[in-house]
């Protein structure tokens, strides 16, 4: 939160000038930056008009909470007005949203969505983002999580008139989304009198919401039981049982004795991690045991939360990213779940993050500090980035060194590359990841492997696997540049060129562009497919069919492999990246790229040597697959 006082003294200083430079002070301590000139307008042009408002119904002791940040979260209410009921004598909470807007309509084509001048693209309707926003801090809040009668919201356009935004509340209006307009301002008023008191002073249910537990609410722990554990299909088999036992085990332990257990499950792509991780939230759920689940890849949460929120979305809110917790108490949950936690960084502070909130802290420290059982699940093969430093070793360091206990259960079976493990052993001896040297393929009749001539080839043999109902991808190693995303229509830009074959790599961001999806859909959007995907946004998911571009950074020369930097156009490398961890996580790369594939993988690499070498490993006939395919 950027500033607290009453609504009384809100308005004495804004109407002297003393109010603006507190929030704007208290924004660059927390961020490290100063807030965009559009930002302090908006303060300048709203708060005064909501501060006369409170005072004009009477309501001068509500206390005003400015820029109230939402628990675990970067998103922050414009405002949350605290008091006491006027009826029920409880406390009572009202987010406001404000917006200058002078007229919106919704979107054509989703409601949900509006339109305003200001902006080519569409926004969120204020009415559902006020309402979302009173829905996750119930379900997030320990102050309103049993109470989640005490809080309610509402949009106040107030500059805007009835004609001008009527056509939003066609998403209709609950006790946690009104909206107001200048022209009702009277309206207004009679609901804040309705949910505030005149006669009590809000302070101390403004420090009652500050002091609220920030735990996963019991409401939405049912919700997540039902959601996740109740839709579950996975049949968990011998270690993956184990590793699940292993957990609730542990979780009982701790509750016993009041002490802290960590456990690590192990293993290689499609062992089972993430269904296990799944299925451990939906029974802990059902337990009633406070849990959440955090990656350190984007594209990776949004999936999940796509896949185990989709008819629920507070459900998509128990899924967090590793840098979630960095002022989150100790202990405040009982299980945390770290998928993927090979990501795990050095710190969990970056560029954008103040000097006042960088404590020194790793990160590791803070996933084990926050609850009583923290759980790790990883691939130290997948470790792509310079600063990740999920590992097993490190991991057992650190409960070492605090005198924690730490189970360890590795997983071998796997579901991956049509189960065959023959395949994995033939990737990791290939790279270099194990000692031996490549071997031949010898086929099986789990997983077909192939090498391509060149890429139209790879392409046109994955689309025509594609119009057998299959789901394919190309990936490659980061070895083109990267051009910034095109304006909406605008065609994407081919980076990826191979003689006169070119295609665009896969978007960064987080909407569609010219039909592409945005970067966290790419491997499990049926769009995805005519785009270039890198290791991130691969990473962590599977395809029918996987395509494989190895870049000039990996080329064979005589008797081995040889790594390129100077071929790499990743920017995590940077000069001072020891040379001995660029070709460690250039191997991992391409170890993630190709083991995507569940039912075959398809290679290719510009490089003549290189891919003569694949061939001579590999062997098999491309146009014979074509004719029997």
Same mark, same amino acid.
């Given at each position: 939160?950027?500033?607290?006082?009453?609504?009384?003294?809100?308005?004495?200083?804004?109407?002297?000038?003393?109010?603006?430079?507190?929030?704007?002070?208290?924004?660059?301590?927390?961020?490290?930056?100063?807030?965009?000139?559009?930002?302090?307008?908006?303060?300048?042009?709203?708060?005064?008009?909501?501060?006369?408002?409170?005072?004009?119904?009477?309501?001068?002791?509500?206390?005003?909470?400015?820029?109230?940040?939402?628990?675990?979260?970067?998103?922050?209410?414009?405002?949350?007005?605290?008091?006491?009921?006027?009826?029920?004598?409880?406390?009572?909470?009202?987010?406001?949203?404000?917006?200058?807007?002078?007229?919106?309509?919704?979107?054509?084509?989703?409601?949900?969505?509006?339109?305003?001048?200001?902006?080519?693209?569409?926004?969120?309707?204020?009415?559902?983002?006020?309402?979302?926003?009173?829905?996750?801090?119930?379900?997030?809040?320990?102050?309103?999580?049993?109470?989640?009668?005490?809080?309610?919201?509402?949009?106040?356009?107030?500059?805007?008139?009835?004609?001008?935004?009527?056509?939003?509340?066609?998403?209709?209006?609950?006790?946690?989304?009104?909206?107001?307009?200048?022209?009702?301002?009277?309206?207004?008023?009679?609901?804040?009198?309705?949910?505030?008191?005149?006669?009590?002073?809000?302070?101390?249910?403004?420090?009652?919401?500050?002091?609220?537990?920030?735990?996963?609410?019991?409401?939405?722990?049912?919700?997540?039981?039902?959601?996740?554990?109740?839709?579950?299909?996975?049949?968990?088999?011998?270690?993956?049982?184990?590793?699940?036992?292993?957990?609730?085990? %542990?979780? $009982? /332990?701790?509750? +016993?004795?009041?002490?802290? &257990?960590?456990?690590? *499950?192990?293993?290689? !792509?499609?062992?089972?991690?993430?269904?296990?991780?799944?299925?451990?939230?939906?029974?802990?759920?059902?337990?009633?045991?406070?849990?959440?689940?955090?990656?350190?890849?984007?594209?990776?949460?949004?999936?999940?939360?796509?896949?185990?929120?989709?008819?629920?979305?507070?459900?998509?809110?128990?899924?967090?990213?590793?840098?979630?917790?960095?002022?989150?108490?100790?202990?405040?949950?009982?299980?945390?779940?770290?998928?993927?936690?090979?990501?795990?960084?050095?710190?969990?502070?970056?560029?954008?993050?103040? %000097?006042? $909130? /960088?404590?020194? +802290?790793?990160?590791?420290? &803070?996933?084990?500090? *926050?609850?009583?059982? !923290?759980?790790?699940?990883?691939?130290?093969?997948?470790?792509?980035?310079?600063?990740?430093?999920?590992?097993?070793?490190?991991?057992?360091?650190?409960?070492?060194?605090?005198?924690?206990?730490?189970?360890?259960?590795?997983?071998?079976?796997?579901?991956?590359?049509?189960?065959?493990?023959?395949?994995?052993?033939?990737?990791?001896?290939?790279?270099?990841?194990?000692?031996?040297?490549?071997?031949?393929?010898?086929?099986?009749?789990?997983?077909?492997?192939?090498?391509?001539?060149?890429?139209?080839?790879?392409? %046109?043999?994955?689309?025509?696997? +594609?119009?057998?109902?299959?789901?394919?991808?190309?990936?490659?190693?980061?070895?083109?540049?990267?051009?910034?995303?095109?304006?909406?229509?605008?065609?994407?830009?081919?980076?990826?060129?191979?003689?006169?074959?070119?295609?665009?790599?896969?978007?960064?961001?987080?909407?569609?562009?010219?039909?592409?999806?945005?970067?966290?859909?790419?491997?499990?959007?049926?769009?995805?497919?005519?785009?270039?995907?890198?290791?991130?946004?691969?990473?962590?998911?599977?395809?029918?069919?996987?395509?494989?571009?190895?870049?000039?950074?990996?080329?064979?020369?005589?008797?081995?492999?040889?790594?390129?930097?100077?071929?790499?156009?990743?920017?995590?490398?940077?000069?001072?990246?020891?040379?001995?961890?660029?070709?460690?996580?250039?191997?991992?790369?391409?170890?993630?790229?190709?083991?995507?594939?569940?039912?075959?993988?398809?290679?290719?690499?510009?490089?003549p040597e290189t891919r003569e070498k694949l061939r001579g490993l590999v062997g098999g006939c491309l146009e014979r697959e074509h004719t029997v395919g």
């Amino acid at each position: 939160m950027l500033f607290r006082a009453s609504a009384k003294t809100v308005a004495v200083m804004a109407l002297d000038g003393s109010l603006f430079p507190h929030p704007t002070d208290q924004f660059v301590h927390m961020h490290g930056y100063r807030p965009t000139t559009s930002e302090v307008r908006s303060w300048e042009r709203s708060i005064p008009v909501l501060a006369t408002a409170l005072n004009d119904a009477g309501l001068g002791d509500v206390e005003v909470m400015l820029e109230y940040a939402l628990p675990l979260n970067s998103k922050r209410a414009d405002v949350v007005l605290a008091g006491v009921h006027p009826v029920t004598g409880e406390s009572s909470y009202v987010v406001v949203e404000l917006k200058q807007w002078s007229q919106a309509v919704p979107d054509e084509d989703d409601p949900v969505l509006c339109r305003i001048d200001a902006y080519a693209h569409p926004v969120l309707n204020p009415i559902e983002q006020v309402r979302r926003y009173c829905e996750y801090l119930v379900n997030f809040n320990g102050a309103v999580a049993e109470h989640p009668g005490r809080i309610s919201g509402v949009a106040f356009l107030h500059n805007a008139t009835e004609a001008g935004v009527s056509g939003l509340r066609a998403i209709g209006l609950d006790d946690r989304s009104q909206l107001f307009t200048g022209d009702r301002r009277g309206e207004f008023l009679d609901h804040l009198r309705a949910r505030l008191s005149d006669k009590h002073p809000g302070a101390g249910a403004a420090d009652e919401l500050q002091a609220g537990k920030t735990v996963p609410s019991k409401q939405l722990m049912a919700v997540a039981a039902q959601e996740v554990r109740e839709r579950e299909q996975f049949v968990l088999l011998d270690e993956q049982q184990v590793a699940y036992r292993c957990v609730l085990n %542990a979780v $009982r /332990r701790a509750k +016993r004795s009041d002490h802290k &257990e960590i456990v690590v *499950v192990t293993g290689g !792509p499609g062992t089972g991690k993430s269904i296990i991780a799944l299925s451990l939230l939906g029974e802990l759920y059902r337990q009633g045991v406070p849990a959440l689940h955090a990656t350190g890849s984007q594209s990776f949460t949004k999936t999940m939360r796509k896949v185990a929120g989709a008819r629920k979305r507070e459900v998509q809110e128990l899924f967090k990213y590793f840098n979630s917790f960095m002022a989150t108490e100790d202990n405040s949950l009982d299980v945390l779940i770290c998928d993927e936690a090979h990501r795990i960084r050095e710190t969990s502070a970056n560029r954008y993050t103040p %000097a006042a $909130r /960088r404590t020194g +802290r790793r990160q590791i420290d &803070e996933l084990i500090d *926050v609850a009583h059982v !923290p759980v790790f699940l990883l691939d130290e093969h997948q470790v792509v980035r310079p600063g990740e430093m999920g590992t097993l070793e490190e991991i057992k360091a650190v409960a070492a060194a605090r005198g924690l206990d730490c189970q360890v259960v590795p997983l071998e079976s796997q579901f991956r590359c049509g189960g065959s493990d023959a395949y994995l052993r033939w990737v990791v001896r290939l790279l270099g990841l194990e000692p031996g040297g490549p071997v031949p393929w010898e086929p099986d009749d789990r997983m077909r492997l192939l090498v391509a001539d060149s890429p139209r080839e790879m392409e %046109a043999f994955l689309d025509a696997r +594609r119009n057998q109902n299959n789901s394919a991808r190309m990936s490659a190693g980061y070895c083109w540049r990267w051009s910034p995303e095109p304006r909406p229509g605008a065609p994407l830009p081919a980076d990826v060129v191979i003689g006169d074959w070119a295609r665009p790599w896969n978007l960064r961001g987080d909407r569609s562009v010219s039909g592409a999806p945005p970067s966290a859909l790419w491997a499990t959007d049926p769009a995805g497919f005519g785009q270039i995907g890198c290791v991130y946004t691969a990473q962590g998911f599977e395809y029918d069919w996987s395509g494989v571009i190895i870049g000039p950074d990996l080329v064979w020369r005589g008797d081995r492999w040889v790594t390129d930097r100077t071929a790499s156009k990743d920017p995590v490398f940077k000069k001072s990246t020891p040379e001995s961890d660029v070709d460690r996580l250039i191997r991992n790369t391409y170890k993630v790229l190709l083991t995507r594939g569940m039912i075959g993988t398809i290679v290719y690499s510009p490089d003549p040597e290189t891919r003569e070498k694949l061939r001579g490993l590999v062997g098999g006939c491309l146009e014979r697959e074509h004719t029997v395919g």
